[in-house]
């Protein structure tokens, strides 16, 4: 399946280019090579994408479960059928490595497993009343339509996330995918459900940029609820904008994770976690460990052990299956790493490891020296560049993790697990993990941040929660004397 085939548009089925002038050029983020070129949608292809998800919706809601589900077993069939162009496509499109690429269709054919159990959980209640002969039925309902717009990172894994379980909770869904990685967040997925047999005008899929759209993507009138994932600075705008509308706003926004290593942590264990929880694909991963937080007692241990074990990972080509450390999403991201690292040579941070920037790529750098004040301690760093701070004690060592104004994971290493999870409590994040790393996303567990890091959560059941409402339909079975009667 060569998915860089296929039009910029998908919309009540139809595959179609876009009604904009705007051409849009998708380029692979390593070598510049053009992949594909698309005609942008229009504010027209937007608003035809949320009433065909809308029309749609009436009868999805009312099908049965086992039809449902059929369509997201067929879907996870679908992926693995075409699963080495799928490996392919992320490499080129998003610059991932292959290990990363497996590692995000993983977590693809994870979520929508767990979306096949949804249909048969939008279950409801009967309760008693005051009220002589009455019967309360509390239904669980979809909420309508969903608009979906994901980020260039994990793009596969993140829009799936919010479509396949907005889908199988009954609703219809218009999806913008971010605009450098338009296949991998937005037409690939709707060539597996259109394979998949999901009925037409269910899921539709708008390719283009804001400045074609504006806010009309959230302040467009069908859809009830608004699920984002990206920066907190696009993420508040998107949540004013669906508050002044009164519509639900889920939010997964930016990170500043922090990993502490105590005295009496496994010290190899905790480099494997910080090493993989830091450049996974390139640090571009909003759970990333921007910041080690390392006992003084065992800070010198840690740092050599660390410093050496980063100085092994292969950095470039990222179809190369050896590569660990694959190319920016763009020069952008490049040219934003880059100051960040000279403003913190210049706030007398250390780089202790520093490798060298060849086009999109940027090799390693790790920071010692570093204080909370600095700004690489204190802004999130879309990169594969580390701050390593030191703690004398473990109320400095969680002062020090919650002093930023993100809150999304954590991870704690002790041989102690109940202090760790007794220090994890104190830590204002919505994700802490003891003993593992910061990158962590499980289908039925609750995921989501505090702070500048987010609204709500997903999963499971919280998705559950985000993408239905709840319908009350009383039933008075023997008159009722009122009032005035």
């Known amino acids: 399946m060569s998915f860089k085939k296929l039009p910029s548009q998908y919309i009540n089925g139809v595959w179609k280019e876009g009604a904009s002038p705007l051409i849009m050029e998708n380029k692979n983020p390593y070598n510049g090579d053009l992949l594909a070129t698309y005609r942008a949608g229009s ?65 693809v054919t ?24 009455k019967e309360n039925r509390v ?22 996330k919010s479509v396949a379980t907005a889908l199988a909770t009954g609703n219809g869904v218009v999806l913008k995918p971010h605009e450098h990685t338009p296949i991998t967040g937005g037409t690939m997925i709707a060539s597996i459900f259109e394979h998949a047999g999901l009925p037409k005008g269910l899921l539709n899929v708008i390719t283009t940029e804001i400045s074609e759209i504006g806010d009309d993507f959230v302040a467009h009138p069908i859809p009830r609820a608004i699920s984002f994932t990206g920066s907190t600075k696009v993420g508040k705008h998107i949540g004013a904008i669906a508050g002044k509308h009164l519509k639900d706003a889920h939010l997964e926004l930016g990170g500043n994770s922090a990993l502490i290593v105590l005295e009496d942590a ?41 410093v050496a074990k980063v100085a092994t990972l292969p950095c470039g080509d990222p179809k190369d299956p050896n590569t660990i450390i694959g190319p920016l999403i763009n020069q952008q991201q490049v040219e934003t790493t880059k100051a960040f690292i000279t403003k913190a ?11 060298k920037i060849e086009g999109n ?25 580390v701050s390593i701070l030191q703690a004398s004690n473990d109320e400095e060592a969680i002062s020090i993790a919650n002093d930023t104004l993100y809150g999304l994971s954590g991870a704690i290493h002790t041989r102690d697990v ?14 802490i993990h003891i003993n593992d790393g910061t990158i962590n996303d499980e289908p039925h567990v609750a995921f989501g941040g505090m702070k500048n890091s987010g609204l709500g ?29």
């Open 43 to 107: 504010k027209k292809d937007l608003d035809d994408a949320y009433q065909a998800a809308n029309a749609a919706q009436k009868q999805w809601e009312k099908t049965n479960p086992v039809t449902k589900r059929e369509v997201f077993e067929n879907a996870v069939q679908y992926i693995n059928d075409n699963y080495e162009s799928i490996v392919k496509i992320i490499i080129e499109e998003i610059g991932g490595t292959r290990l990363k690429a497996e590692f995000e269709i993983g977590l």
């Open 457 to 485: 959560r997903l999963n499971g059941e919280w998705s559950l929660d985000a993408f239905t409402t709840f319908k009350w339909i009383s039933v008075q079975h023997k008159a009722r004397n009122y009032p005035y009667s």
């Open 110 to 133: 994870n979520i929508i497993k767990e979306a096949t159990t949804f249909p048969f959980r939008m279950d409801g209640k009967i309760l008693t009343s005051p009220i002589d002969d």
């Open 361 to 385: 790529v940027i090799e390693p750098v790790i920071f010692t020296d570093v204080t909370p004040t600095m700004s690489i301690a204190k802004e999130e760093v879309f990169a594969p560049v």
């Open 139 to 160: 239904y669980r309902v979809p909420v309508g339509v969903v608009g979906v717009i994901s980020p260039f990172n994990f793009p596969f894994f993140l829009s799936m």
């Open 345 to 355: 040579i210049e706030d007398g941070a250390k780089p202790i490891l520093q490798g």
């Open 266 to 306: 496994d010290i190899d264990l905790a480099v494997s976690a910080a090493v993989f929880s830091r450049f996974t694909h390139q640090g571009q991963i909003c759970m990333s460990a921007n910041r080690l937080i390392i006992h003084e007692a065992v800070y010198n241990e840690f740092v050599e052990k660390y």
């Open 418 to 431: 109940e202090r760790g999870a007794e220090l994890a409590k104190q830590l204002d994040t919505g994700m």
